[in-house]
């Protein structure tokens, strides 16, 4: 097993980041394989359950109120819709289900619903992660307590560039949720986006406060800016596939026991891109034909991609209820 560390300095990052492309794709796979399946990728599932109208204003998000994003808002689903989509999901072959709320943070009357959403998608034998904004203790705990496995929440930029995407709230403020949610004993799902203007020591500078965190994030997302009409980021200019790539390939450096999820943005990336990014360490990706609003790679696709790479979705790690065996689409 490959040994953690947590004291990256930016330029270590970056002298990984300018190894010749060759060199750095084959130290990453070799890392890579001495601790993950390199055949196999883990498929989690997402579903907005609270969509539009949020108070933070994201540059680069389609659900933010301050921007002019053509989206229908949606207040909090109903119990059964979710519960009915994960059954789907997994039925699909998802093993994890993750749902997203365009929230500063959870209110009162919603929270206990949010509640009651984990505690149905528990009982269907699937993991579950939840995205709801920032967090105090008594939520976290209360999360917890109804079987939530990870909680998602982005560092999505570098300390520095923040300040250029986000306004209503500071880095800190991340970070001080996450360790709300590490100290709930809550696995930590956060990452981050790229193409959002940032400089070459934005990613180094990302990738080293993910690593440098107390515990590395059991799941590392990395996104792909996925640019949506009347969004500040909407004419963005789009970095190099061989960047994320190469993003990719540092993060299972730095963090070699994380999954690192090839995460928004595969509508838009090519089959080969998303091949060199499975050999670069990436071992998880969203399955289903919508991210929260917008579209992600079609399910047909998806699949005859992983049939020509002979890639095989991760099973179920977890027992499951007594309903018997299902039967996966994507094994198949
Ligand atoms: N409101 C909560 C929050 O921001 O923490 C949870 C939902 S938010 C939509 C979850 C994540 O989606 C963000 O942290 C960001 O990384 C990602 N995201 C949002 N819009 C995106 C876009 N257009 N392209 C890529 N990723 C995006
Ligand atoms: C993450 O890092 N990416 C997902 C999930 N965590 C919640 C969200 C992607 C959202 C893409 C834009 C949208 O569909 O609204
Ligand atoms: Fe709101 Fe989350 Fe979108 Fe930011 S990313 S505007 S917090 S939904």
């Keep these: ?41 883990q498929f989690s599932s997402l579903m907005s359950i609270k969509t539009g109208g949020c108070p933070e204003d994201c540059g680069y998000c389609p659900q933010s109120a301050h921007h002019g994003a053509d989206l229908e808002k949606e207040r909090l689903v109903e119990v059964e819709r979710v519960i ?31 509640l009651e959403m984990i505690r149905g998608v528990k009982s269907l034998g699937m993991e579950c992660c939840v995205t709801l904004g920032s967090l105090d203790e008594q939520q976290t705990r209360a999360l917890k307590d109804a079987g939530l496995d990870y909680y998602n929440h982005n560092l999505d930029t570098s300390p520095e560039h923040y300040e250029n995407i986000i306004t209503t ?19 930590v799902c956060c990452g981050g986006i790229l193409g959002l203007g940032e400089g070459e020591k934005d990613r180094a500078t990302l990738l ?61 990336m090519d089959d080969a891109t998303q091949a060199l990014c499975f050999f670069a360490g990436a071992n998880s990706v969203f ?13 047909d696709r998806d699949m005859e991609l992983l049939r020509r790479l002979d890639l095989h979705p991760q099973e179920s790690q977890i027992e499951q209820p007594v309903s018997g065996p299902v039967e996966h689409a994507l094994s198949a």
């Design 84 to 114: 009915a989509e994960a059954q789907a999901a997994k039925d699909r072959g998802a093993t994890r289900f993750c749902m997203g709320a365009a929230w500063k943070n959870p209110n009162d009357r919603d929270f206990p619903v949010v």
């Design 1 to 41: 097993m490959t040994q953690c560390r947590h004291d990256w300095t930016v330029d270590e990052v970056q002298a990984l980041y300018d190894l010749p492309f060759m060199e750095l794709l084959y130290r990453a796979h070799s890392q890579h394989r001495e601790n993950f399946d390199p055949n196999q990728i």
């Design 287 to 299: 399955f289903g034909e919508k991210l929260l609003t917008t579209p992600n790679a079609q399910a």
């Design 169 to 187: 709230r500071k880095f800190q403020d991340r970070l001080d949720t996450l360790e709300k949610v590490r100290d709930a004993g809550i696995s």
């Design 208 to 268: 080293m406060e993910l690593a440098n965190m107390p515990s590395h994030p059991d799941s590392v997302p990395i996104n792909l800016l996925v640019r949506v009409k009347g969004t500040p980021l909407e004419h963005a200019e789009q970095i190099d596939p061989f960047i994320f790539v190469r993003t990719i390939a540092v993060a299972r450096i730095m963090m070699p026991h994380s999954y690192v999820r090839l995460s928004a943005g595969r509508e838009s």
